[in-house]
């Protein structure tokens, strides 16, 4: 009898080690996928000096939830640190610097205030990854005779060792395809344009280069794909909100909801990879664009909403790994505190976001 019962208990002693070492497997495995992607967010540079229009008065006075703690100037050598460390902290791989083109005359083309931070980061000796997305829209535009001093400028950030890779090559994001084809007149031009900084690339040693377009609109897939882009990705999804047309507040799950059938419809619409871009909240009443106030806006930014928004993106890349380029996304934003989207701590909120991020990365 005595020997029957040892036999059942070591029998279920067995099986018990099974079930927790099976359960343990998944969960690293689970761990290991979830670390595999590189998630990354936006950083836009508007907080710069006392001088920058984006610090209105409306933001400073009325938004003390998006204020960061260290102020609103962060773009400093010591605050841009911080965030780094921060953002590595909570499971972030990279920053795609929004980058602007602005010609002071002395050759040089980078001289916009808005890449300061961008310039402070490179002086920093860390392994974040970054790259940057040319906001070429209205007032940041740039000529088809300026694209030959703008690819040198471009391949010396691509071969910093920090830059972020697609493919084996560096990325480079665009805001807009209107306003590119506005420049070269045709995807013909754009994707001889594109060649050449390809060609540019080659000859500073890289692979190449991978062309990714920020997509306001899924009509123009076709146009991106004759312009010659490698990867379709966008900045944020606020104009699909369902009734954007009509001005009012609505929930934020809303955006959560039907950025996944955003996402779906770029799969479905082209053969181009995707880098699936995540609108964590829109909320533009302190921007400094008065018109640009007049707009719909989420209600219900919060930590779990971050998680939410954080999961349903990993949850999706899980089942359509096939449609991604370079198993990554981009969150909007880290910092854009005008349009209501942003992650750094604050006194009132503290790192309550950040959690959310973090909480989001963890696959249960």
Same mark, same amino acid.
């Given at each position: 009898?005595?020997?029957?019962?040892?036999?059942?208990?070591?029998?279920?002693?067995?099986?018990?080690?099974?079930?927790? %070492?099976?359960?343990?497997?998944?969960?690293?495995?689970?761990?290991?996928? %979830?670390?595999?992607?590189?998630?990354?967010?936006?950083?836009?540079?508007?907080? +710069?000096?006392?001088?920058?229009?984006?610090?209105?008065?409306?933001?400073?006075?009325?938004?003390?939830?998006?204020?960061?703690?260290?102020?609103?100037?962060?773009?400093?050598?010591?605050?841009?640190?911080?965030?780094?460390?921060?953002?590595?902290?909570?499971?972030?791989?990279?920053?795609?610097?929004?980058?602007?083109?602005?010609?002071?005359?002395?050759?040089?083309?980078?001289?916009?205030?808005?890449?300061?931070?961008?310039?402070?980061?490179?002086?920093?000796?860390?392994?974040?990854?970054?790259?940057?997305?040319?906001?070429?829209?209205?007032?940041?535009?740039?000529?088809?005779?300026?694209?030959? @001093?703008?690819?040198?400028?471009?391949?010396?950030?691509?071969?910093?060792?920090?830059?972020?890779?697609?493919?084996?090559?560096?990325?480079?994001?665009?805001?807009?395809?209107?306003?590119?084809?506005?420049?070269?007149?045709?995807?013909?031009?754009?994707?001889?344009?594109?060649? @050449?900084?390809?060609?540019?690339?080659?000859?500073?040693?890289?692979?190449?280069? +991978?062309?990714?377009?920020?997509?306001?609109?899924?009509?123009?897939?076709?146009?991106?794909?004759?312009?010659?882009?490698?990867?379709?990705?966008?900045?944020?999804?606020?104009?699909?909100?369902?009734?954007?047309?009509?001005?009012? +507040?609505?929930?934020?799950?809303?955006?959560?909801?039907?950025?996944?059938?955003?996402?779906?419809?770029?799969?479905?619409?082209?053969?181009?990879?995707?880098?699936?871009?995540?609108?964590?909240?829109?909320?533009?009443?302190?921007?400094?664009?008065?018109?640009?106030?007049?707009? %719909?806006?989420?209600?219900?930014?919060?930590?779990?909403?971050?998680?939410?928004?954080?999961? @349903?993106?990993?949850?999706?890349?899980?089942?359509?790994?096939? @449609?991604?380029?370079?198993?990554?996304?981009?969150?909007?934003?880290?910092?854009?505190?005008?349009?209501?989207?942003?992650?750094?701590?604050?006194?009132?909120?503290?790192?309550?976001?950040?959690?959310?991020?973090?909480?989001?990365?963890?696959?249960?």
């Amino acid at each position: 009898m005595r020997q029957i019962l040892k036999q059942f208990t070591a029998c279920n002693v067995l099986k018990s080690t099974l079930f927790i %070492t099976f359960n343990v497997l998944i969960c690293f495995s689970l761990i290991a996928q %979830t670390q595999d992607v590189k998630l990354g967010a936006y950083y836009f540079d508007g907080w +710069t000096g006392p001088k920058s229009n984006h610090m209105n008065a409306d933001l400073v006075s009325g938004f003390n939830e998006r204020k960061p703690i260290w102020g609103w100037q962060t773009s400093n050598p010591e605050v841009i640190g911080k965030q780094v460390l921060l953002a590595k902290q909570y499971g972030l791989s990279f920053f795609s610097f929004c980058w602007y083109y602005k010609n002071s005359g002395n050759g040089k083309v980078d001289s916009d205030i808005k890449n300061n931070a961008l310039k402070q980061f490179l002086k920093l000796n860390n392994n974040f990854e970054f790259s940057i997305m040319v906001a070429n829209h209205k007032g940041y535009n740039f000529k088809p005779d300026d694209w030959d @001093s703008l690819s040198v400028y471009w391949c010396k950030l691509f071969k910093d060792k920090r830059y972020l890779l697609v493919d084996g090559k560096p990325v480079i994001t665009f805001f807009s395809l209107n306003y590119l084809l506005q420049s070269f007149k045709t995807p013909e031009n754009v994707r001889k344009a594109f060649d @050449s900084l390809r060609a540019v690339a080659v000859k500073n040693g890289l692979n190449g280069v +991978t062309f990714a377009i920020n997509l306001n609109r899924l009509d123009i897939i076709n146009q991106a794909e004759a312009c010659g882009f490698d990867v379709l990705t966008g900045y944020n999804f606020h104009q699909y909100i369902p009734d954007s047309t009509h001005i009012g +507040t609505y929930d934020i799950d809303v955006m959560r909801t039907t950025e996944s059938k955003i996402w779906d419809q770029m799969v479905q619409s082209s053969k181009l990879p995707i880098i699936p871009s995540v609108t964590l909240n829109w909320d533009p009443r302190a921007v400094t664009d008065l018109r640009n106030r007049e707009s %719909t806006r989420l209600k219900g930014y919060s930590k779990q909403s971050v998680y939410k928004s954080v999961k @349903s993106c990993l949850d999706w890349m899980s089942q359509n790994k096939s @449609s991604l380029a370079g198993n990554m996304a981009v969150l909007y934003a880290w910092n854009e505190y005008g349009e209501g989207a942003w992650l750094t701590p604050s006194k009132q909120l503290k790192n309550s976001l950040l959690e959310g991020l973090k909480q989001g990365k963890v696959r249960n």
